[in-house]
Protein backbone atom coordinates (compact mmCIF):
# COMPACT_ATOMS: atom_id res chain seq x y z
CA UNK A 1 0.00 0.00 0.00
CA UNK A 2 1.43 3.47 -1.18
CA UNK A 3 0.60 6.65 0.59
CA UNK A 4 2.04 9.15 -1.70
CA UNK A 5 2.85 7.67 -5.10
CA UNK A 6 6.17 5.89 -4.59
CA UNK A 7 5.76 6.45 -1.04
CA UNK A 8 5.48 3.23 0.78
CA UNK A 9 5.02 2.21 4.98
CA UNK A 10 8.60 1.05 4.40
CA UNK A 11 9.91 4.53 4.75
CA UNK A 12 8.84 5.42 7.56
CA UNK A 13 11.83 4.75 10.38
CA UNK A 14 9.56 3.07 12.87
CA UNK A 15 12.95 1.20 14.17
CA UNK A 16 14.68 4.23 14.98
CA UNK A 17 14.08 5.52 18.68
CA UNK A 18 15.14 9.22 18.60
CA UNK A 19 12.95 9.95 15.37
CA UNK A 20 10.15 8.66 16.33
CA UNK A 21 10.03 9.59 19.86
CA UNK A 22 10.61 13.50 18.52
CA UNK A 23 7.85 12.68 15.98
CA UNK A 24 5.33 11.44 19.48
CA UNK A 25 6.48 14.73 21.16
CA UNK A 26 6.00 16.82 18.26
CA UNK A 27 2.74 15.50 17.64
CA UNK A 28 1.72 15.74 21.31
CA UNK A 29 3.09 18.81 21.36
CA UNK A 30 0.87 20.32 18.58
CA UNK A 31 -2.41 18.22 19.72
CA UNK A 32 -1.95 20.12 23.28
CA UNK A 33 -1.26 23.95 21.93
CA UNK A 34 -4.49 23.37 19.23
CA UNK A 35 -6.09 22.13 22.40
CA UNK A 36 -4.91 25.36 24.45
CA UNK A 37 -6.75 27.54 21.37
CA UNK A 38 -9.66 25.64 21.24
CA UNK A 39 -10.05 25.55 25.06
CA UNK A 40 -9.78 29.59 25.43
CA UNK A 41 -11.49 30.13 22.59
CA UNK A 42 -8.93 32.22 20.45
CA UNK A 43 -9.18 31.12 17.37
CA UNK A 44 -11.96 33.74 15.93
CA UNK A 45 -9.57 36.43 17.19
CA UNK A 46 -6.40 34.52 15.77
CA UNK A 47 -7.99 34.16 12.63
CA UNK A 48 -9.58 37.80 12.47
CA UNK A 49 -6.52 39.63 13.51
CA UNK A 50 -3.34 37.53 13.16
CA UNK A 51 -3.90 34.50 10.44
CA UNK A 52 -5.48 36.87 7.67
CA UNK A 53 -3.88 40.42 8.50
CA UNK A 54 -2.33 42.20 6.02
CA UNK A 55 -0.50 44.36 8.19
CA UNK A 56 3.12 44.40 7.52
CA UNK A 57 4.06 43.98 11.12
CA UNK A 58 2.19 41.53 11.65
CA UNK A 59 3.07 39.32 9.01
CA UNK A 60 6.78 39.70 9.61
CA UNK A 61 6.05 38.63 13.90
CA UNK A 62 4.35 35.35 12.24
CA UNK A 63 7.16 35.17 9.73
CA UNK A 64 9.89 35.11 12.67
CA UNK A 65 7.92 32.72 14.62
CA UNK A 66 7.79 30.37 11.70
CA UNK A 67 11.13 30.20 11.19
CA UNK A 68 12.17 29.76 14.70
CA UNK A 69 10.36 26.03 14.51
CA UNK A 70 11.26 25.45 10.82
CA UNK A 71 15.01 26.30 10.48
CA UNK A 72 16.20 23.72 13.55
CA UNK A 73 13.68 20.95 11.90
CA UNK A 74 15.13 21.12 8.21
CA UNK A 75 19.02 21.84 9.51
CA UNK A 76 18.44 18.76 11.15
CA UNK A 77 17.01 16.81 7.89
CA UNK A 78 20.53 16.21 6.91
CA UNK A 79 21.79 14.44 9.96
CA UNK A 80 19.08 11.38 9.68
CA UNK A 81 20.51 8.00 8.08
CA UNK A 82 23.91 9.66 7.98
CA UNK A 83 26.45 6.81 8.36
CA UNK A 84 29.39 7.46 10.76
CA UNK A 85 32.10 6.41 8.46
CA UNK A 86 31.22 8.89 5.51
CA UNK A 87 32.43 12.34 6.76
CA UNK A 88 32.96 15.22 4.38
CA UNK A 89 36.00 16.72 3.74
CA UNK A 90 36.66 20.11 2.74
CA UNK A 91 39.52 21.14 0.39
Known amino acids: MTLLGKL ?3 AIPFDQPIVMGTVIVLAIGIVSILGLVTYREWWPYLWSEWITSVDHK ?3 VMSCWISCFTVPATSSIGTFGSDSDQTATVR
Open 58 to 60: RVG
Open 8 to 10: SWD
